[in-house]
């Protein structure tokens, strides 16, 4: 053990003799929340009846031990949770409705009540939750949610919408952090539209009696989620980026930024700083496409590096950050584990850049320097920082919690038949 902390010391003299603090970065990385998502668990099924996934997303893959209650998923964040450095929050959604001995109801009925469970699981643990309407895998979510041109079907999506911001503000009142709501609907085109406007006008409409209805604006922060296309919504989806970014700014919300969901050469990384000159926050969803929007696990890749690094530059406290991606096809645990380690290790990669002096060499415009020391930051002995924080946070350095996944198959999810 003594290993690690030793390796780190000497880590720590390279990085001070390029100017970087190490001690104080491991400091401001404990200070960053990730929202986990619970939906990695259970191939975004949830406990509503709902059954199967559908909106154009998907999940692909049949690794045995998926989550088929609530005691199991939980279980499941806990094991994970155990695993990964520093404090986070649990993204929930609405399909993840405990209804226990009380009556069944439809998604514009649900209550606070109904997330008493997750509300006392996150007590418990000392997390915050953080909140999502579930606007699709659902009879009435088949043409259309809150922008449907089916008047009914609309009420229904505003109904379910609304009863999601008074469980949102009772997550913030009974856990003391305010929760972040972000809406995502499915609503879009196969083929080329007869008119755009009409359902765009709806879901504008739609939004505007959402928030209408009043709700805490220092509890419940509500974010838009765009996206740029789906499976079967291949010619417009409604919800754009161009519309929820105009929404947002218009009517003081946050929007939502997920990394699978623009074209695939655009980067949300060299987004978040126009965001921010003119959002207090931005709230992104961290995710991997490969090819579309497939939602692979997250990695120590290059994109996600660079939302890191505009992340801590920017001011982590501006940004409201949860991860996005189902795999099935991988033990869920380990598919869970690496995401969140992954965007850790990125977070903690962004604090040990010398990003003042990086600052500064461009603004000299001495490209040169610039490009040389960030290829030469790459060989530096960032895995031994890396390792140390997983030491003092308890949690098993490098790929030491690979066994604890295997036992807990073995021992756990092999027995979910
Ligand atoms: C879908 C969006 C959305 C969902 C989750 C389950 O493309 O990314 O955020 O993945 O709400
Ligand atoms: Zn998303």
């Known amino acids: 053990m003594a290993a690690l902390k030793e390796r780190y010391e000497i880590a720590k003299e390279a990085y001070r003799a390029m100017g970087v603090d190490t001690d104080r970065a491991l400091e401001e990385l404990k200070k960053i929340p990730i929202s986990l998502h619970c939906w990695q668990g259970d191939d975004v099924i949830g406990f509503d009846g709902a059954g199967s996934l559908s909106g154009g997303i998907q999940t692909t893959g049949n690794y045995p031990g998926k989550a088929r209650t609530p005691e199991e998923l939980m279980a499941d964040i806990d094991k994970v949770l155990s695993l990964v450095p520093g404090r986070h929050r649990v993204n929930l959604h609405a399909s993840y409705a405990i209804f226990g001995d009380s009556q069944w109801v439809d998604r514009d009925r649900i209550e606070p009540k109904h997330f008493r469970k997750w509300v006392e699981f996150a007590k418990e643990r000392g997390l915050g939750l953080d909140f999502n309407p579930t606007c699709f895998s659902h009879p009435k979510a088949e043409f259309g949610t809150l922008s449907s041109e089916n008047p009914e079907v609309r009420r229904f999506w505003i109904d379910h919408c609304i009863a999601c911001l008074r469980i949102s503000e009772y997550f913030a009142e009974e856990l003391g952090t305010p929760a972040t709501m972000n809406i995502w609907i499915p609503d879009g085109f196969k083929d080329i539209p007869g008119d755009r406007t009409a359902s765009r006008a709806r879901l504008k409409d739609s939004l505007d009696q959402i928030l209408a209805s009043g709700y805490d604006r220092s509890k419940v922060n509500v974010a838009v989620e765009s996206k740029v296309f789906g499976i079967g919504m291949e010619s ?182």
Request: aromatic residues 12%; proline residues 3%.
């Open 236 to 417: 417009m989806t409604v919800g754009s980026h161009e519309f929820y970014m105009n929404y947002a700014a218009k009517n003081d919300i946050l929007c939502l930024l997920d990394n699978g969901h623009y074209h695939p050469t655009e980067a949300v990384s060299d987004k978040i700083s126009s965001m921010l000159l003119f959002f207090d926050k931005v709230a992104l969803h961290v995710t991997r496409g490969v090819r579309w929007d497939s939602d692979h696990v997250v990695l120590f890749d290059d994109e996600t590096r660079e939302i890191a690094k505009e992340i801590v530059r920017n001011g982590a406290d501006r940004v409201l950050l949860a991860l996005d991606f189902f795999d099935a096809s991988i033990n869920r645990i380990a598919a869970w584990t690496v995401g969140m380690r992954s965007m850790e290790k990125a977070l903690l990669y962004a604090l040990l850049q010398p990003n003042r002096e990086l600052a500064e060499l461009q603004e000299k415009r001495d490209f040169t320097k610039l490009m040389m020391l960030m290829e030469e930051l790459k060989c530096y002995p960032f895995g031994d920082v890396w390792n140390y924080y997983c030491e003092i946070n308890g949690v098993p350095a490098k790929e030491d919690w690979y066994p604890a996944v295997m036992d807990y198959e073995k021992e756990v999810l092999s027995k979910r038949a």
